[in-house]
């Protein structure tokens, strides 16, 4: 089992820039594929980013590629959300996920497969 602690939201204006980061508890955090999902009032969760455990492939939603990357560090359990060029409609709750690795490695882009999620931290943007 593994806990998650998100941080790094806030306020920002429209083009400016922030990191999100997603601690992770105890010493198997490689064994996690992760990924980070987002929910705005009156809206689903939705996919962002998703990487492996490895760190060696990722995928980012169309809404997101080119100004968000997902990344990670297994030596500080740590898996990273950069956020440039943030738009108004980027606000919303960011939540990161986990869920034990398969033999392939792969990734996984949807909420219903990840079975640990964090408290998640607010991003607002203003226009």
């Known amino acids: ?3 998650l602690v998100e941080s790094g939201g806030g306020l920002v204006q429209a083009g400016g820039s922030l990191r999100l980061s997603c601690a992770g508890s105890g010493r198997t955090f490689s064994s996690y594929a992760m990924g980070w999902f987002r929910q705005a ?5 939705e996919f962002v980013a998703a990487i492996n455990w490895r ?4 995928d980012h ?3 997101v590629k080119g ?3 997902i990344s990670r560090d297994n030596a500080k359990n740590t ?5 440039n060029s943030l738009k108004p409609e980027d606000t919303a709750v960011y ?6 690795r398969s033999p392939g490695g792969t990734y996984y882009l949807a909420v219903s497969e990840y079975d640990f999620w964090g408290q998640g931290t607010q991003v607002t943007v203003s226009s």
Do not use: H, I
């Not at 760190?55 to 990722?58: D, I, L, Q, R, Y």
């Open 55 to 58: 760190g060696s492939s990722t």
């Open 1 to 3: 089992q593994v806990q």
């Open 41 to 45: 009032p009156g809206k689903e969760r």
């Open 61 to 63: 939603a169309d809404s």
């Open 79 to 83: 898996v990273y959300l950069q956020m």
């Open 95 to 100: 939540y990161c996920a986990a869920r034990l």
């Open 67 to 69: 100004r968000f990357t």
